[in-house]
Every structure is written in C-alpha cells, then in structure tokens.
C-alpha cells in the first residue's frame, strides 16, 4: 500500500487526505496543534461557541463531491440548510436593507431602501452568472500550471465572452461603470473581501463572486461551521486516515529530487507522497530549507487579515441577523490602510456574525455569540497590535452602539479575540493573512503556487495559500485538482 502523508488539518489539507484514502492510500495526517481544522476551527469559552474562522458558507456541493468521491451518501456525513437572506446590510445614514435570495423580496428591499430601480441589479447578477460559470470550470478546477488547460473545452467555451470579462477594470471601476446609486457599488465592491483583496485594486472579473450569493445561496451546516470540519473528519476516520495530534512537521525529506517523507525532531516517517497543506510560504521557508529551493509565488503579496472579537453578549438583538455588514462611509480610504498596512481606520466596515440565530446551543438562553470583525492589514512587522487591537475594539464598539441606539458593551459577559500574530500562532499562516495570496494583480490567478512540486517528485500542496486560492470552497477544490494531476494516483 503506497503511503501518504499530509501536513496540516486544514480544509485543504483534510480533504486531500479524504481524496488520498479514497484512492487506496495509507495516509497519516500531521497536525501542530491540539484542534483539527486549522481555520475552520472552533473556540469555546463560559458556555459559549464560536466558530474561530470561516462563518459564510457558499457552494456545499462541494463538500458534498468531496464525500461522494470517497464512495459514501452525502446525507451521512453532512447536512446544511440554504439561508432565505444572505446579508443585512446598515449604512452610517440609517440605511438598512436585507439582501434576500428570492428575487421578488430582494427587488422590493432595492426599490423602499434605496429607492433605485432593481433593473441595474438584475442584470449585474446575469453578468456575475456568466462570469461565474465560464471561469468557474477553468480557473477553480484545473490546474493552470499545465498547458493542456489552455487548450481545454473550457478554456475555448470562455473565448467569445473575454470582451466581458472586464480584464482592464478594477472591480471598483466596472462597478461604477454599472451602478449609478452610490450603495449599490459599496454593496457589490464588498466581495472582494471574500479573497482578502482590495476592489480599488483587483480586476472586475472577480465581480463574479457576488453571484455565489446573489443566485447561488449562502447555506448554513448542521451544527454550525465546525460542522464542516467535524464530517470531513468523521470521513477521513472511516476511511482510515490516522491524525497525529500536536505535531509539527520539521522537514519534508528529500532524496534526489524525490520525496522521502517528513522528519519530526529526530524522527523520521517515511512516504511515497508527501502533501503540504502548511502555508506555502513557511513550507519553502522552514520545510524545505535544506534544499536551498525558492519559490518566487510563495512570496506574492499576502490577501488581508482581521481583527477579531468573540463576545458573549447577554441580550438577543431583533435587528441583526446571522451575517450583519456595517459599510464604511469611505471604503477606497479604507482599503488605501489596510493594503498599506496602515493602523486600524477610524470608520471601518465591520462584520457581525452571529451563529446562535440558527444554532440556539451556541449561546446561552437569551444570548447571542458576536464574531465582530474588522479587516486588517496582514502583520508586517511593522505594527503594534496590542495598540491597534485596542483601538479596533473601540472603534467597532462605538460604531455598532451607536447604530443599535444602545451601548453594546454593557451586555457583553465573556471576550476574547483574534489577530494577525494570533492568526499566525493558531494556523501558521504567513503575517496571519486569511487567504494566503491577495488577488490584487490582475494576473495573480496565475502567480498562485501550484498543487504539484516541479522540482520535487511526489510533493504536492493543498489549502489556501496555493492554487486556486483562499475560502472553504476553493481549499476543496486544490485537493481535487493535486488528486487529478498527480502521476502516483491513477485517476
Ligand atoms: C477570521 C477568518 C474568517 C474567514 N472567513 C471565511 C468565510 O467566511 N468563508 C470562507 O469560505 N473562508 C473564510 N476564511 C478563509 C478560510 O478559513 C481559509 O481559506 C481555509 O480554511 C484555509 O484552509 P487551509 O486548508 O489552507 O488550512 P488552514 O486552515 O490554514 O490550516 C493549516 C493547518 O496546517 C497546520 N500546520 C501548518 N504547518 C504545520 C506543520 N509544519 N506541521 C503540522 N501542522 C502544520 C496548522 O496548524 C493548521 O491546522 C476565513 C478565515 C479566517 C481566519
């Protein structure tokens, strides 16, 4: 039986482990610390939960594919309800508008809130559709490090819609190009948060993320998102991958320009395979240091990171819902600090994410569980986060308070936080950014570190920080493409 090892319990690295297992591989996966899921963890304090990571949860099919590939019934393993609203959205002027799913209802919301026609909208969702399914098959399931994908059906079916790709824009830009009501672009240059980018920066084809919510749907998992983590665990297991608990790999070990296995302390594990689900950058840097290798997409511009406060507030706010955006009055001078790596911005977009709306055990009776969110700049050494982590409490709190009508902080009963240099020490992920490489550049999809090792024979990366990029849904999608394009597995 050919042996794998994966380092790190990430998404990625879990369900590479899956994929593998479910090829007829031995595999044993290493993880440093004492929680599986990387990210996709959990933090529990005085009767509450808090999912630590990820909170919007977009095409579940893939876990789904990923538990059918492993030849057993979605149903169970993995179950998730989709969600009626995916957002409620408060301007600093009172604005308040909840983004439905049903069309009708969302319609209404644009026409009384903004007092706009919903035309405009209706035909940027068509647009982000199209966007959407003509990359979705190319840039997120292939491997575009490999010359047949340029080439492929796919690549030749996306040729007559380039001219729409806005290639040349800024999301920013074609937003304003689309939008006349000034809310309608703030609503929509959001998303590029959801790959730590910058929409003053990144190029408008990503405009197609908005259609993961706007027609796709945001779902929510049974038992919350640690309910992601907990099946493809619970899969892993049956299939018979082996955790190793508190372990951090030291070395990948390689001989003559093949994979050996990994080196703990003086330990060594042997492997025909090796995936590193480790942050691309540290996996050159400290895994492979002995092979004097580089890889120039391991040092790509790092996506944002954030600042996070868990808060255990004793009183049920009506208002909110399980995702709450409050807009910046000035998001281009926003996004300017945080890819600046500037300090904290006095009026931030803040995001309030609140499990207990759905899942009642999260909080106690009466309670609410806030993931109280600002964006940051990834940690460059530069800045004093005990400071700014302080000022980024003040800031939210004020600024929430001051929406609600109440003073939020005499309700809350139990705190804790996250921040870049926490986000490092919990996940080892490069300066604490939350989706590896930003998307800034216009060619950035293709500077992303690859699924494969050209120079080392059975090395292979899965997660975030590799290709095709940051979030739940894509970490899946690089263990299926490393499965496809390794030449160990006969696919
Ligand atoms: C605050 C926050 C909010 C987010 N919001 C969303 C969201 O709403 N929706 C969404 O889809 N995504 C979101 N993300 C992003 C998403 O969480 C990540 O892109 C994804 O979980 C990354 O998974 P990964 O496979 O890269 O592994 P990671 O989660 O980065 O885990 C890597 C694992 O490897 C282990 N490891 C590293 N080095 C070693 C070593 N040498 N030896 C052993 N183990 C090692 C680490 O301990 C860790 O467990 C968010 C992330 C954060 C932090």
């Known amino acids: ?164 790709f806005d290639l040349f824009k800024t999301m920013h830009e074609a937003n304003v190009k689309h939008f006349e009501h000034p809310k309608l672009v703030q609503m929509f240059d959001r998303f590029a948060t959801y790959n730590g980018s910058n929409p003053f920066m990144a190029p408008g084809v990503l405009n197609m993320i908005s259609h993961l919510e706007s027609r796709i749907g945001t779902y929510f998992p049974k038992g919350s998102m640690i309910g992601i983590t907990n099946s493809v665990v619970k899969l892993a297991k049956d299939l018979g991958v082996e955790f190793i608990m508190n372990t951090k790999v030291d070395e990948i070990v390689v001989q003559n320009k093949q994979v050996k296995g990994v080196r703990i302390g003086q330990e060594k594990y042997d492997a025909d395979v090796v995936v590193s689900n480790s942050d691309v950058y540290f996996t050159y840097n400290e895994l492979l240091k002995n092979q004097g290798i580089k890889s120039k997409a391991a040092e790509q511009e790092r996506s944002s990171s954030g600042i996070i406060f868990y808060l255990g507030i004793k009183k049920e706010f009506k208002e909110l819902g399980l995702h709450n955006f409050f807009f910046s009055d000035n998001m281009e001078e926003e996004f300017d600090h945080i890819f600046n790596k500037k300090i904290v911005y006095d009026d931030p977009s803040i995001y309030i994410n609140i499990t207990s709306k759905y899942n009642k055990d999260d909080a106690p009776e009466g309670c609410e569980n806030w993931f109280l969110m600002m964006n940051a700049p990834a940690n460059d050494g530069s800045q004093d986060w005990d400071e700014q982590t302080e000022k980024a409490y003040r800031v939210m709190l004020d600024k929430v308070s001051k929406q609600l009508g109440t003073d939020v902080e005499q309700y809350i009963e139990t705190k804790t936080f996250l921040n870049p240099p926490k986000i490092k020490e919990r996940t080892n992920s490069y300066q604490g950014s939350i989706y590896g490489t930003s998307s800034n550049a216009k060619m950035s999809a293709f500077f992303r570190h690859s699924n494969y090792s050209k120079k080392i024979k059975g090395l292979y990366f899965s997660g975030g920080s590799v290709h095709p990029g940051g979030g739940i849904p894509l970490s899946v999608l690089s263990s299926k493409i490393m499965v496809e394009n390794m030449r160990e597995v006969r696919n």
Do not use: C
């Not at 149903?75 to 799913?101: A, C, I, N, P, Q």
């Not at 035909?123 to 840039?139: G, T, V």
């Open 1 to 164: 039986m050919k042996k794998a090892i994966v380092i790190g319990s990430g998404i990625g690295g879990l369900s590479a482990a899956v994929r593998l297992a479910a090829k007829g591989f031995d595999v044993k996966v290493f993880e440093a610390k004492e929680f599986l899921g990387g990210k996709l963890s959990q933090i529990e304090q005085d009767g509450y939960r808090f999912d630590a990571g990820p909170s919007v949860f977009t095409l579940p099919q893939i876990i789904d594919e990923l538990i059918q590939y492993a030849g057993k019934n979605p149903k169970d393993y993995f179950d998730y309800e989709k969600l009626d609203e995916s957002f409620r959205y408060f301007w600093v002027d009172g604005t308040r508008l909840t983004y439905y799913h049903d069309q009708a209802k969302l319609k209404q919301e644009i026409e009384t809130k903004l007092n706009t026609s919903f035309e405009p909208v209706a035909k940027y969702q068509e647009k982000a559709a199209l966007l959407f399914e003509k990359n979705y098959p190319l840039f997120l399931e292939k491997s575009l490090h490999k010359i047949g994908t340029y080439f492929s059906k796919e690549a030749i079916a996306t040729l007559p819609h380039l001219h729409r």
